[in-house]
C-alpha cells in the first residue's frame, strides 16, 4: 500500500511580490510592518532566510523562476531583452502531463516576436500564445507599468464601477488626489503621501485577488496551478486609502549608509549614483524618509488581501492539497548605500522572501521552521514539478527541488553558494563609465562568509559578511585579500561551466544513443 503522505499534490498556488524587500515582513523581523497572513504562511510552512534572485532586475528575474534557468542560459538578461521562444518553461513541463499553468497578474514576459515571425507562426496560434505569455494561460495579464491593454479586464472593470475615463489607470489607480479637491501625479515621489484617487476594494491588489479567488473557486475539484503575481509594492509609489497614511508617522528603519572615507566605492557604484535620477532622488535622507512609509503600506495592503486567499483555501479545504509557494522577484534598496529601485547585489536587492507550505504529513517535522540553506529562484519549477509528481527535466532544469528541505531530509551536501547576474547596458551608468554595450555584465558568487562581483573589464567587488553584514567597505582591491578574490572567481568559473545548454535532447536519449552507431553496421575507425 502507498504511503499517502507521499502522494503528489494536486493544486499550487504560486504567489509572487513585485519589489519587495525580504526585511519587509513581520516574520523576517520588520518591527513596524505588521504581515499575518505572510506570517501565518511562515508557521504553516518553512521560512527561507537566505534566498536569493539570479538577477535583481524584473524580466531577467521572472524569466529564471519560470524556467529554472539561470540568467546567461535563458539569455534574458535586462528587461528590454525579449524571452527566447525556444526556452522551456514551467508552462511547457506542464502541458507534457496535460496540464495549465494560468497567471493572474504580471510575468513582464518581453516576447520573442521575431523568433516566433520567422517560424511562421501566427500570433492567435494557440502554441504562439504560449510563446508570448511565457507558456501561462492568461486569466487576467497585469505589468502594472503603464495603462492595461486587451491582455486585462481591469480597465473595463474600473469603468465598470464609476471611474469614467480613457484610462482610468492613470487617472486613478495612479493619480492622488491632493485633499483640495484637485488631481497630483502619482508617479512623482513628492506625492507619495497622498491618497490614490481610485477606492481600495477596485484597487490593483484588490482586483487581482478578486480574480485569483473566482478562478479557484470555478474549478471546483479540478486540480490547478495558479501563478498569483502582485505587482506591489513596485512603483509608481501611490497606495489608496488608509493604506497611504498608515505608517506616515511610523519609524521607517534605518538608512543603511557606508563612510565614504572607508567604502571604496566601485566604479560601476559610483556611476549609479551619479547618472540615475532615482539614486539621485533615493540619496536623500528627505525622499527616502518620504515615500518608506507608502511602500509599507503596499506591503501591509498584499497581506491583508492574501487573508482573503488563506480563508478561502481553509473553508473550502483546498490548503489541505495544494503546495503555496510565497516569494518576490527582487527586492528594493529604498535608499541603501545611497540607491533607488534595485540592481547591483546589494543584499537589499538580491535577497528575498520565500516561504513554501507542502500541508502533506511528511513535511510535518519542519513546519513552521526557518532554514539558512542557500536557495535560489531556480529552485521553484523543480519544485513544483516535484510536488505533483512530473517528470524533472533535469537536462534543461538548473536549480534543485526544495522537496528535501521541506521533508527535513536534504540539509547535507545543500549548496554552499549562490549565483546572481547583471547586465547593464541599457542604463546611464554605462554611458556615464564609457563602456561598449557589450562590456557591461557582472556576475555574483555569494557564499556564508564572502559576497564576491565579477565586472567585466573593471575590478570586482568583494565584501566580508562575517565582519561587515551592512557591505560598507568594498575589499575589491584591498591588499591581503588575493587569495579570497582568486578562490572565488574560480567558484564562478566553475559554476559557468555548469550551464546546461544542450536543452534538445533529455538525459535518456543521451543514454539510449550513446554508441549506437554500432548498431548501424558502421565500424568507425576498425582496423
Not at 244 to 261: E, L, N
Not at 450 to 458: A, D, E, I, S
Amino acid at each position: 500500500m502507498s504511503d499517502s503522505r507521499r502522494q503528489p499534490l494536486r493544486n499550487v498556488l504560486f504567489i509572487m511580490c513585485d519589489q519587495l524587500r525580504w526585511d519587509h515582513l513581520s516574520c523576517y523581523g520588520h518591527p513596524v510592518v505588521q504581515t499575518p497572513a505572510i506570517d501565518e504562511l511562515a508557521r504553516r510552512g518553512v521560512r527561507f532566510d537566505r534566498a536569493y534572485v539570479q538577477s535583481p532586475v524584473c524580466v531577467p528575474s521572472r524569466m529564471s523562476f519560470y524556467t529554472g534557468r539561470y540568467v546567461g542560459s535563458h539569455g534574458t538578461t535586462w528587461n528590454h531583452v525579449p524571452f527566447p521562444a525556444a526556452e522551456i518553461t514551467l508552462g511547457d513541463h506542464l502541458a507534457r502531463a496535460g496540464r495549465d499553468a494560468i497567471l493572474a497578474g504580471k510575468t513582464h514576459v518581453i516576447p520573442d516576436t521575431a523568433s516566433l515571425e520567422r517560424l511562421g507562426l501566427p500570433r492567435d496560434a494557440s502554441e504562439a500564445r504560449r510563446r508570448l505569455d511565457g507558456g501561462f494561460g492568461e486569466l487576467d495579464r497585469y505589468d502594472g507599468h503603464a495603462p492595461p491593454g486587451s491582455e486585462s479586464g481591469y480597465a473595463d472593470y474600473l469603468r465598470a464601477h464609476g471611474y469614467d475615463s480613457a484610462d482610468p489607470w492613470s487617472e486613478f489607480v495612479v493619480g492622488a488626489s491632493d485633499g483640495g479637491g484637485g488631481k497630483a501625479n502619482g508617479w512623482l515621489l513628492r506625492h507619495a503621501h497622498l491618497p490614490a484617487r481610485v477606492r481600495e476594494e477596485h484597487s490593483e491588489t484588490a482586483y487581482m485577488t478578486d480574480r485569483a479567488l473566482a478562478y479557484m473557486q470555478a474549478q471546483g475539484d479540478k486540480p490547478w496551478v495558479l501563478h498569483l503575481s502582485y505587482i506591489k509594492p513596485h512603483w509608481p509609489l501611490v497606495a489608496p486609502a488608509p493604506y497611504h497614511a498608515m505608517y506616515r508617522d511610523a519609524d521607517t528603519g534605518r538608512i543603511v549608509r557606508a563612510d565614504p572615507r572607508t567604502e571604496n566605492a566601485h566604479p560601476v557604484l559610483q556611476a549609479y549614483r551619479r547618472a540615475h535620477e532615482d539614486c539621485m532622488s533615493y540619496g536623500r535622507e528627505e525622499v527616502v524618509r518620504h515615500v518608506r512609509p507608502t511602500y509599507m503600506g503596499l506591503v501591509k495592503q498584499v497581506d491583508d488581501h492574501l487573508r482573503r486567499v488563506l480563508d478561502y483555501l481553509d473553508r473550502s479545504g483546498r490548503a489541505d492539497d495544494t503546495l503555496i509557494i510565497f516569494t518576490s522577484d527582487h527586492g528594493d534598496h529604498l535608499g541603501d548605500h545611497g540607491l533607488g529601485e534595485k540592481e547591483l547585489f546589494y543584499e537589499q536587492a538580491v535577497r528575498v522572501p520565500m516561504i513554501i507550505v507542502d500541508p502533506r504529513a511528511n513535511a510535518a517535522a519542519t513546519r513552521g521552521s526557518a532554514s539558512d540553506a542557500f536557495v535560489e529562484s531556480v529552485d521553484i519549477v523543480p519544485t513544483i514539478l516535484e510536488a505533483l509528481g512530473l517528470e524533472p527535466a533535469p537536462h534543461v532544469v538548473e536549480g534543485h527541488s526544495l522537496m528535501p528541505l521541506l521533508h527535513g531530509t536534504g540539509a547535507c551536501g545543500w549548496r554552499d553558494a549562490v549565483f546572481s547576474e547583471l547586465d547593464y547596458s541599457f542604463r546611464s551608468a554605462r554611458l556615464h563609465l564609457g563602456r561598449a554595450v557589450d562590456e557591461c555584465g557582472a556576475w555574483m558568487v555569494r557564499t556564508d562568509r564572502w559576497k564576491y562581483v565579477h565586472w567585466q573589464g573593471l575590478r570586482p567587488q568583494l565584501f566580508d559578511l562575517q565582519s561587515d553584514p551592512d557591505e560598507l567597505v568594498d575589499l575589491g582591491d584591498a591588499p591581503g585579500f588575493d587569495a579570497v578574490r582568486a578562490g572565488m572567481k574560480e567558484r564562478l568559473f566553475e559554476w559557468l561551466l555548469r550551464r546546461k545548454t544542450r536543452t534538445t535532447v533529455d538525459h535518456a536519449t543521451v543514454v539510449r544513443r550513446t554508441e549506437d552507431w554500432r548498431g548501424n553496421g558502421l565500424f568507425i575507425g576498425v582496423w
